[in-house]
């Protein structure tokens, strides 16, 4: 059963359905996009011993140089294929454990607002929203993984 809708600006509605197709691939491909540049300084720069050190350890992860560096290459590498589409729905599943960690233990007793100093969990409680709605949805009809016929 369709509801019928009306149009706040009804002389949208030719650019509404023309692009409306694109609109899940463009939520996938920001996702990873937004990713990518969190890895590069874990995997190019100095943040990785800083993140293993101030972050993980406390948290009591084991190795937390390791996993560190995992997490560099996860956003970086990880990061780019989500936004081709491929590998959607594992390395969706990855992001949302990684944004639902950042919220509850890292972001979550700073409170609400990302901007107030050393941020909030609005941010990651958002990425691990959408990459949850990646997640259950899978890559799409744009994505890679449906173009070479494997949605996993």
């Known amino acids: ?35 990518m540049p969190h890895g590069a300084p874990k995997l190019f720069g100095s943040f990785a011993p800083i993140l293993a ?19 560099g290459t996860l956003e970086v590498f990880g990061g780019a294929m989500l936004a ?21 233990f890292v972001a979550w007793p700073k409170g609400w607002f990302y901007s107030a100093p050393g941020g909030g969990f609005e941010y990651p409680l958002m990425l691990f929203v959408i990459f949850l709605v990646i997640l259950v949805h899978g890559g799409g009809r744009l994505a890679l993984d449906r ?3 494997w949605e996993v």
């Open 147 to 149: 173009i070479i016929g």
């Open 84 to 104: 081709l589409g491929l590998f959607t729905r594992p390395l969706a599943a990855m992001f949302a454990v990684e944004s639902a960690i950042i919220a509850l």
């Open 1 to 35: 059963m369709e509801v019928e809708t009306r149009l706040v600006f009804p002389g949208l509605s030719p650019l509404y359905r023309r692009l409306a197709p694109y609109g899940y691939a463009l939520l996938r491909a920001a996702g990873g996009l937004i990713m």
């Open 53 to 71: 050190k101030n972050v993980l350890a406390p948290l009591g992860f084991p190795a937390p140089l390791a996993w560190a560096y995992w997490l």
